[in-house]
């Protein structure tokens, strides 16, 4: 990433706190959703009382890295507690984990004055078609897949997770998809780009579902 941005006058973009302000696709949506919000949870860094909710999200994101590196440990502390609620969303993982998946890979750039950070928690490019019966479509070789572990403790009714609409609307398989190809690829365009959501249970009984946004449906992609 390049030195830090500076306007002409020499001021930096700060919070509060005077530390540096990052943009993230969740900020950005979260901007657009409702600006006071991100004021006080971007600006004045006022975190809301989902503490367990963010600690349960933090371990099973955990325990979905080790898997897809197939390096869990069934002995481990980690392992025992969060396997359940995890384990219903390995049937939804494209290809399961034989596929050159890369996991949680830092992407970085800038918008605007603000440098935008995010992770991209698994994405591969198909080196074979990959029929899914579910979903009656098949993946052409050349394909970038794009996937984002999402947990949650409201699974009952899935009340937060996105639809494909949404997801189709959401500013991240754009970004996401922009990122990649600029500093993964080589700025090599791929055929397509598909993009997907595995909601998990952090709660409760242990489910999983997956949206997905097709690259015929994302809008504003590469391409």
């Known amino acids: 990433m390049a030195e830090e941005w500076k306007s002409p006058d020499g ?3 700060e ?3 005077g530390e540096s302000l990052n943009l993230s696709v ?6 657009v ?3 006071r919000k991100w004021y006080r949870g971007y600006f004045q860094r006022v975190r809301s009382a989902g503490k367990a909710a963010t600690i349960a999200g933090g371990k099973i ?22 396997w359940r609620y995890f384990e219903p969303a390995i049937a939804y993982v494209p290809g ?11 992407l970085g750039g ?7 950070k995010g992770f991209a928690d698994l994405w591969t490019v198909l080196e074979e078609d990959l029929h899914l019966p579910d979903e009656g479509v098949t993946l052409l070789a050349g394909d970038l897949l794009v996937g984002d572990w999402k947990t949650t403790s409201h699974s009952k009714d899935w009340r937060y997770a996105k639809s494909p609409y949404q997801l189709k609307e959401f500013r991240q398989p754009k970004w996401y998809t922009e990122r990649i190809v600029k500093e993964k690829l080589g700025g090599t365009i791929p055929n397509r780009t ?14 999983a579902m997956i949206t997905w946004a097709f690259s015929e449906d994302i809008k504003g992609t590469i391409r």
């Open 11 to 13: 001021w930096t973009v």
């Open 15 to 17: 919070n509060v706190y």
């Open 26 to 31: 969740s900020a950005a949506e979260t901007f």
């Open 33 to 35: 959703e409702c600006p």
């Open 61 to 82: 994101h955990e325990l979905a890295e080790q898997w897809l590196a197939k390096e869990e440990d069934p002995h481990s502390e980690l392992y025992l507690r969060w």
């Open 96 to 106: 399961g984990r034989d596929l050159n998946w890369q996991i949680e890979s830092a």
């Open 110 to 116: 800038w918008a605007g004055p603000l440098p935008f």
């Open 194 to 207: 598909h993009f997907f959501h595995i909601n998990i249970a952090s709660t409760g009984k242990p489910k």
